[in-house]
C-alpha cells in the first residue's frame, strides 16, 4: 500500500509537469491533450485520496511513505510518520490531503470495491492471507466477514501454510468466520494435512465444492475413512493425481477413502479427477455402488479404462449400468452428461458405446504421457483402423494429445486412419527409430497421409512446436 501510494505521487507530480508544458499545446482528436491529462490527473487524486484516508484508519504502528512522497495530515484523521518532515507549500500537494467526494462506483480502493465484486478476491488467495486482509481497516473486516459476500466463504490451503493449522487449538474461536463456507481447496504434502483437514473442515454441512489435493500417505486416507466425513451439500469434488498414488498399502487406502467420501456425498452432481481416477478390480464394485447412491451425478472426468487389460467394454457396460439406475428415469433423460476417461500407455498400432438414451457425451485422454503411434512393427499388410467404441477413442486420444511419440521403422498406419487421427493439441512430436531399422524401412514407415497438408498449409498436427528424436 505504502509503495502504490508513492507511485501516485510520483504520477501527479509528472501529470502537472505535462500539463504545464502541453497547456497551449495541440489538441488531439478533438480534445486537448491538457484536458485528458487533467482527468487523469484528477483520478490519481481520487485514489490517492481514499488510499490516504483508510491508511490513516489504521491503528497501533505507525509507517512512512517510500520514496519521494510527503508526510502530512489528511482531513479527518492523522496520517502518522517515523519521521518529521517540513510542510509542503505546493498547491497540488495540499489538494491531496482534501479527502474528495466519492465517485459513485465507490472508492477507488479496496475497501470501495462492491462486496459482489469483492467476494471473488477470497478465490485467488488463500484463506491466511484473507485473515490478514481482514486486519487493514473495519470497512474490509466488516465486507471480508459478510456472511453472503464474504472472503471467508472460501476456504484455502497451500502446502507451506498447513503448520499454522496444526497449531489450531479451538477451531470454533480461533477460525469463528469460517462457519458460512461454501467451496474448499486443501492442498497438503505430507500427514499433517491430517490434521489440517479435520481440524478446519468442521464447516463441511455448507461445504459445495470440495478440491483436495493431498499425498496419498496411509494414515491420511485411513483418517478419511475412520471419520466417515459426510458432505450433505456438495455438489462438487476434485481429486489430484496424488490422491490415487497407488503403492500397495497407499493404494488401497487411497480407494477406500475415495468411496467413503463418496458415500457421504449423496448430492454431488461433478466428480472430477485430475487426470486419474484408478481404481483396481477389488475396488471397482464398491465405486459402482457408490455412484448408484448419488442420484444427482451427471459428470466424471478423469476415470481411468484400463484398455490394455482387453476388459474396456467390460468396465464401460458395468459403469452404464451403475449410473442407468438414475440416469435412465424420464426426468434425467434429457439432462446433459459427460464422461471423461483416461487410457494409461495408449498405443494406435495397426462394442460400440453405451450412450445411447441418456443424452451422454464421452471422451477420452491421454494419461499425461505421449500418445504412441506404433509404425515400428513389420507386418505383411496394415490392419484397418477399428471401428465403434474403439475407433472413437482412437480419435479422441489423438485430439486431446499434446505430446505425440512417433515410431518407425516397420509397417505404416492403415489409410483408414486418415480421417480419424487429427492431432489438433499436440504440440511435441518425438521420433523413435527401430534399432536396427535400414533408411528405406524408416521412410517407408511413415503414413504418408500423415504429412500431406491441407488448404493453408494446415496437416493434422499443425501446431507441432517442438521436434526430438530418442
Not at 459513485?104 to 479496496?110: A, K, R, S, V
Not at 478465490?123 to 484473507?130: C, D, E, N, Q
Not at 466488516?142 to 464474504?150: L, N, Q, R
Not at 498447513?162 to 474448499?184: C, L, N, P
Amino acid at each position: 500500500m505504502r509503495s502504490v501510494a508513492s507511485r501516485f505521487v510520483s504520477d501527479l507530480d509528472g501529470a502537472e509537469r505535462m500539463i504545464s508544458l502541453q497547456t497551449d499545446s495541440d489538441t488531439q482528436d478533438g480534445v486537448s491533450i491538457a484536458d485528458s491529462l487533467a482527468a487523469i490527473r484528477n483520478t490519481l487524486i481520487d485514489a490517492h485520496s481514499a488510499l490516504t484516508k483508510n491508511l490513516a484508519r489504521i491503528g497501533g504502528k505507525a509507517f512512512r511513505w517510500d520514496g519521494n512522497a510527503y508526510d502530512s495530515e489528511a482531513a479527518g484523521g492523522a496520517v502518522t510518520s517515523n519521521k518529521t518532515t517540513t510542510d509542503h507549500t505546493d498547491p497540488w500537494r495540499c489538494l491531496l490531503a482534501v479527502t474528495r467526494a466519492s465517485p459513485g462506483y465507490g472508492d477507488p480502493c479496496l475497501s470501495g470495491l462492491p462486496k459482489e465484486v469483492f467476494n471473488h478476491i477470497g478465490s485467488f488467495v488463500t484463506t491466511k492471507t484473507s485473515a490478514r486482509l481482514a486486519k487493514v481497516n473495519r470497512d474490509i473486516l466488516t465486507t471480508a466477514t459478510d456472511e453472503t459476500w464474504g472472503l471467508f466463504r472460501h476456504f484455502t490451503v497451500m502446502e507451506d501454510e498447513q503448520d499454522s493449522y496444526s497449531k489450531i487449538r479451538d477451531v470454533k474461536t480461533e477460525m469463528q468466520h469460517m462457519g458460512k463456507v461454501k467451496s474448499a481447496s486443501v492442498r497438503a504434502s505430507d500427514v499433517g494435512s491430517l490434521v489440517v483437514l479435520s481440524k478446519c473442515l468442521s464447516f463441511r454441512t455448507t461445504l459445495e465444492e470440495l478440491t483436495l489435493d493431498v499425498a496419498a500417505h496411509f494414515a491420511s486416507m485411513s483418517h478419511i475413512r475412520r471419520h466417515r466425513w459426510s458432505f450433505p451439500a456438495l455438489n462438487t469434488l476434485r481429486v489430484s493425481e496424488d490422491v490415487f498414488d497407488v503403492g500397495f498399502h497407499r493404494g488401497l487406502a487411497s480407494q477406500a477413502a475415495f468411496e467413503s467420501l463418496l458415500n457421504g456425498s449423496p448430492g454431488i452432481e461433478h466428480l472430477e479427477g485430475d487426470h486419474r481416477i484408478e481404481l483396481d478390480d477389488d475396488h471397482w464394485a464398491d465405486f459402482l455402488a457408490a455412484l448408484g447412491r448419488c442420484p444427482n451425478l451427471n459428470t466424471i472426468t478423469g476415470l481411468v479404462i484400463p484398455i490394455h487389460r482387453n476388459n474396456v467394454t467390460g468396465r464401460l457396460n458395468q459403469l452404464k449400468a451403475a449410473l442407468n439406475r438414475h440416469w435412465g428415469t424420464p426426468e434425467k433423460k434429457e439432462v446433459p452428461k459427460k464422461l471423461g476417461f483416461v487410457v494409461e500407455n495408449a498405443t494406435i498400432d495397426g462394442a460400440t458405446a453405451s450412450r445411447e438414451h441418456v443424452k451422454c457425451r464421452l471422451d477420452w485422454w491421454p494419461a499425461r504421457r505421449p500418445l504412441l503411434i506404433d509404425c515400428s512393427t513389420m507386418a505383411a499388410t496394415a490392419p484397418p483402423a477399428p471401428g465403434g467404441l474403439y475407433g472413437e477413442i482412437a480419435t479422441r486420444l489423438a485430439a486431446n494429445a499434446t505430446e505425440i511419440k512417433l515410431m518407425l521403422g516397420g509397417t505404416a498406419l492403415h489409410e483408414s486412419w486418415r480421417d480419424k487421427l487429427i492431432f489438433s493439441n499436440a504440440r511435441t512430436l518425438t521420433i523413435d527409430i527401430k534399432a536396427g531399422a535400414s533408411v528405406s524401412e524408416v521412410v517407408d514407415s511413415i503414413p504418408e497421409w500423415l504429412t500431406e497438408r491441407e488448404g493453408e498449409g494446415q496437416g493434422r498436427a499443425a501446431d507441432i512446436s517442438r521436434l526430438s528424436r530418442n
